[in-house]
């Protein structure tokens, strides 16, 4: 399990990256995994593989488009995209980032994925993440991933909550 302190200046560098992409250029990445967070020589991480990027906003009529390509890494993809409807590209590149944090932090990925009925059941019970801690964890991790994997879009975190969680502000110590 990696560091809580190092792996929050990880997940900081890379929501950094993804709010500049959301809120600035109105891209949505769409394959957020830990296989495209690349770290250079100092350390620092760096967001890659933006084969399944768009520009998901219309800035004429002010609207997110939402998407119907369901693409990105079966572990990381939001319950939207698993039963084939329309998404908000930006709330499924938070849902990946919940999936990537548990992931750092726990030595292992939230949902099991080999069976979609299955992967999906454990995505919408909300009391099946609780079981998939390894270590004990401060509530305001927990809150952060559970806000981040909230089945319902119009609930779930956005990129800009993980920025603005004490666990980020405070560099990983908001537990202490």
């Given at each position: 399990?990696?560091?809580?302190?190092?792996?929050?200046?990880?997940?900081?560098?890379?929501?950094?990256?993804?709010?500049?992409?959301?809120?600035?250029?109105?891209?949505?990445?769409?394959?957020?995994?830990?296989?495209?967070?690349?770290?250079?020589?100092?350390?620092?991480?760096?967001?890659?593989?933006?084969?399944?990027?768009v520009?998901?906003?219309?800035?004429?009529?002010?609207?997110?488009?939402?998407?119907?390509?369901?693409?990105?890494?079966?572990?990381?993809?939001c319950?939207?995209?698993?039963?084939?409807?329309?998404?908000?590209?930006?709330?499924?590149?938070?849902?990946?980032?919940?999936?990537?944090?548990?992931?750092?932090?726990?030595?292992?990925?939230?949902?099991?994925?080999?069976?979609?009925?299955?992967?999906?059941?454990?995505?919408?019970?909300?009391?099946?993440l609780?079981?998939?801690?390894?270590?004990?964890?401060?509530?305001?991790?927990?809150?952060?991933?559970?806000?981040?994997?909230?089945?319902?879009?119009?609930?779930?975190?956005?990129?800009?909550?993980?920025?603005?969680?004490?666990?980020?502000?405070?560099?990983?110590?908001?537990?202490?």
């Amino acid at each position: 399990m990696l560091d809580e302190k190092l792996t929050a200046n990880w997940i900081a560098q890379v929501s950094e990256a993804l709010s500049y992409l959301h809120n600035s250029l109105f891209i949505a990445h769409r394959d957020i995994k830990l296989e495209n967070i690349l770290l250079n020589d100092q350390n620092e991480a760096k967001l890659s593989d933006f084969g399944f990027a768009v520009k998901a906003y219309d800035e004429e009529t002010e609207t997110i488009e939402l998407s119907k390509t369901f693409c990105g890494s079966k572990p990381y993809q939001c319950p939207q995209i698993i039963k084939r409807v329309k998404y908000d590209p930006y709330k499924a590149d938070a849902w990946a980032m919940g999936v990537l944090i548990f992931g750092m932090l726990n030595d292992r990925l939230p949902f099991h994925t080999n069976d979609k009925n299955q992967f999906f059941n454990e995505q919408k019970d909300p009391k099946y993440l609780g079981t998939r801690y390894k270590k004990e964890f401060c509530e305001h991790i927990k809150q952060l991933i559970a806000g981040l994997l909230t089945v319902d879009e119009s609930k779930r975190f956005e990129i800009n909550d993980i920025l603005k969680s004490d666990w980020i502000k405070k560099k990983g110590n908001c537990c202490q």
